[in-house]
């Protein structure tokens, strides 16, 4: 592993909750709420008075009210969010060599050898407070020699402060940490390392790479590693993208097919109008239900390379028909295309019809000119929040806090 590097990982504070307040000082030093406000709403951000309470994000809305029956809950606006997380970007965009925007509040910057000239943790420090006189958003860093060290060290270093990590003493800060801290350390991965008697970080740190392999496979070797601060992933500015995705959960479990199959043909229509508008095809077709009692089941289809609404949505429609049971209440649908490659849709002398091949053109002209839902089928015109980002600019996906069904 290169000991020279300098990886810095800043991330906004409470961003949303941040943002509100901003707009409105009222809230200031109250326990805030954002997210869906429905009995099936779910908490995207919490202010640290209301974590108080112990409400964290992911948390459904109905449990934090509960938990904090004094909280203020607001809905929430992603176009105001997406705004600030701009003016943030441009902030860093103006000040750092290398920088990747990982999600709309977080960011890696490589600094790795600005220390000849200005000295990293200076260099760092002083686009933190730039950020935050212009902004007026609190943000937290931490720096070390890898994104996992610093990632953690950023975590500790909340609310709205910093921390170095020195080189090669990476482990010792880690050794007292839950396994809790390290990325990608899920509920169910933390529960497999707590049957082991696992919860602190030092504990991997003394176990044999091979053994944690035999208990979690691919990911117990990656988890080895990260506990013991080793990660050699590089700051990437752009992704490519494998796959994309949307899904909705219903505010009241439903078996209305017509419903149903109207947001299918809808999610599935927005996403083909992704594709195409990104020149890319997928290869790979997946649809996921989740039923009233939690029972979620996923199928795929491998198809030709396609990005054309007639190709795809009778394949979406016939994985929601094999999956469907009629006997239960559906809670969520979704829909996903994977295995993208570049390319333009190749006419298929049997299957392509020209006068699809036409309508798709000039619904796609339609839609550049007046916006992503100017034109749909009629079957889901209901379905009114589906998605209108553009999945392929190398931006992250907003966070739809105000979504509604």
Same mark, same amino acid.
């Given at each position: 592993?290169?000991?020279?590097?300098?990886?810095?990982?800043?991330?906004?504070?409470?961003?949303?909750?941040?943002?509100?307040?901003?707009?409105? @000082?009222?809230?200031?030093?109250?326990?805030?709420?954002?997210?869906?406000?429905?009995?099936?709403?779910?908490?995207?951000?919490?202010?640290?008075?209301?974590?108080?309470?112990?409400?964290?994000?992911?948390?459904?809305?109905?449990?934090?009210?509960? +938990?904090?029956?004094?909280?203020?809950?607001?809905?929430?606006?992603?176009?105001?969010?997406?705004?600030?997380?701009?003016?943030?970007?441009?902030?860093?965009?103006?000040?750092?060599? +290398?920088?990747?925007?990982?999600?709309?509040?977080?960011?890696?910057?490589?600094?790795?050898?600005?220390?000849?000239?200005?000295?990293?943790?200076?260099?760092?420090?002083?686009?933190?407070?730039?950020?935050?006189?212009?902004?007026?958003?609190?943000?937290?860093?931490?720096?070390?020699?890898?994104?996992?060290?610093?990632?953690?060290?950023?975590?500790?270093?909340?609310?709205?402060?910093?921390?170095?990590?020195?080189?090669?003493?990476?482990?010792?800060?880690?050794?007292?940490?839950?396994?809790?801290?390290?990325?990608?350390?899920?509920?169910?991965?933390?529960?497999?390392?707590?049957? +082991?008697?696992?919860?602190?970080?030092?504990?991997?740190?003394?176990?044999?790479?091979?053994?944690?392999?035999?208990?979690?496979?691919?990911?117990?070797?990656?988890?080895?590693?990260?506990?013991?601060?080793?990660?050699?992933?590089?700051?990437?500015?752009?992704?490519?993208?494998? @796959?994309?995705?949307?899904?909705?959960?219903?505010?009241?479990?439903?078996?209305?097919?017509?419903?149903?199959?109207?947001?299918?043909?809808?999610?599935?229509?927005?996403?083909?109008?992704?594709?195409?508008?990104?020149?890319?095809?997928?290869?790979?077709?997946?649809?996921?239900?989740?039923?009233?009692?939690?029972?979620?089941?996923?199928?795929?289809?491998?198809?030709?390379?396609?990005?054309?609404?007639?190709? +795809?949505?009778?394949?979406?429609?016939?994985?929601?028909?094999?999956?469907?049971?009629?006997?239960?209440?559906?809670?969520?649908?979704?829909?996903?295309?994977?295995?993208?490659?570049?390319?333009?849709?190749?006419?298929?002398?049997?299957?392509?019809?020209?006068?699809?091949?036409?309508?798709?053109?000039?619904?796609?002209?339609?839609?550049?000119?007046?916006?992503?839902?100017?034109?749909?089928?009629?079957?889901?015109?209901?379905?009114?929040?589906?998605?209108?980002?553009?999945?392929?600019?190398?931006?992250?996906?907003?966070?739809?806090?105000?979504?509604?069904?």
């Amino acid at each position: 592993m290169n000991n020279n590097r300098n990886i810095v990982h800043m991330d906004l504070d409470t961003f949303f909750v941040s943002c509100e307040r901003l707009k409105d @000082s009222r809230l200031i030093g109250k326990p805030v709420l954002i997210g869906g406000t429905s009995d099936r709403g779910v908490v995207a951000s919490c202010s640290y008075e209301a974590r108080k309470f112990g409400v964290h994000s992911a948390m459904p809305m109905r449990m934090a009210k509960q +938990l904090c029956p004094e909280a203020i809950v607001l809905r929430g606006n992603s176009g105001i969010y997406t705004k600030f997380s701009n003016d943030v970007t441009d902030v860093i965009k103006e000040n750092v060599p +290398l920088y990747e925007k990982s999600s709309i509040d977080e960011f890696y910057i490589d600094l790795t050898g600005m220390d000849k000239f200005f000295g990293c943790h200076k260099l760092a420090s002083e686009l933190r407070q730039r950020i935050i006189k212009e902004t007026g958003l609190p943000i937290s860093f931490g720096l070390s020699l890898n994104k996992t060290v610093s990632k953690i060290a950023t975590g500790e270093a909340k609310p709205n402060n910093e921390i170095r990590i020195l080189s090669g003493t990476e482990k010792p800060f880690l050794a007292p940490l839950s396994v809790k801290k390290i990325p990608m350390v899920g509920n169910v991965t933390y529960k497999s390392l707590c049957d +082991l008697g696992v919860k602190r970080i030092q504990t991997i740190q003394d176990m044999p790479m091979e053994l944690m392999h035999k208990v979690l496979g691919k990911n117990g070797l990656v988890i080895w590693k990260k506990a013991n601060g080793i990660d050699n992933s590089p700051v990437v500015q752009y992704h490519e993208r494998k @796959s994309i995705s949307t899904e909705r959960t219903f505010g009241q479990d439903t078996t209305d097919v017509t419903k149903l199959k109207g947001l299918v043909i809808a999610m599935t229509e927005n996403l083909a109008y992704q594709l195409r508008r990104g020149n890319k095809l997928t290869a790979c077709v997946t649809f996921k239900i989740r039923y009233s009692d939690f029972q979620t089941y996923t199928q795929q289809q491998r198809i030709p390379y396609s990005a054309m609404d007639h190709t +795809l949505i009778p394949v979406v429609l016939d994985l929601f028909k094999k999956l469907y049971n009629r006997r239960l209440l559906v809670r969520l649908i979704g829909v996903r295309f994977s295995h993208l490659v570049e390319g333009g849709h190749q006419i298929n002398l049997f299957d392509d019809d020209e006068m699809h091949l036409n309508l798709c053109k000039a619904m796609d002209k339609m839609r550049e000119r007046y916006g992503d839902r100017a034109v749909m089928s009629a079957a889901g015109m209901e379905a009114k929040s589906i998605s209108r980002w553009n999945p392929f600019n190398g931006e992250p996906p907003p966070l739809l806090a105000n979504r509604r069904r």
